[in-house]
Nanobody, 119 residues
Framework: QVQLVESGGGLVQAGGSLRLSCAAS????????MGWYRQAAGKQRELVAD???????NYVDSVKGRCIISRDNAKNTVYLHMNVLGPEDTAVYYC?????????????WGQGTQVTVSS
């Protein structure tokens, strides 16, 4: 049974920091691209950052320089360190796992964790 369980969200003041964690189970974690997405109220879900199995990272422009995504394959966990948070970062943050094999996409999603940044 595949599970992605996010934690670390909460209420933080503008300028503060949070570390989100996503514990994965039920699949071969090290072979998947792990990502963090977010969805603010009334907006579409967007990619925040992702990290390949080899550790290459990709960030949306709005978080570059403020966020770091990392993974620990031994712990089957991916992290998102977020700094200098602003109200625009308020959203539900979702963990994702994606892998394409022979043109077939396997993707899994967590339930999400709320991040609220007060001004």
């Amino acid at each position: 049974q595949v599970q992605l369980v996010e934690s670390g969200g909460g209420l933080v003041q503008a300028g503060g920091s949070l570390r989100l964690s996503c514990a994965a189970s039920g699949f071969t974690f090290s072979r998947y691209i792990m990502g963090w997405y977010r969805q603010a109220a009334g907006k579409q879900r967007e990619l925040v950052a992702d990290i390949t199995s080899s550790g290459s990272t990709n960030y949306v422009d709005s978080v570059k320089g403020r966020c770091i995504i990392s993974r620990d394959n031994a712990k089957n966990t991916v992290y998102l360190h977020m700094n200098v948070l602003g109200p625009e970062d308020t959203a539900v943050y979702y963990c994702s796992a994606k892998r394409i094999v022979a043109d077939m996409l396997s993707d899994y999603w967590g339930q999400g964790t709320q991040v609220t940044v007060s001004s």
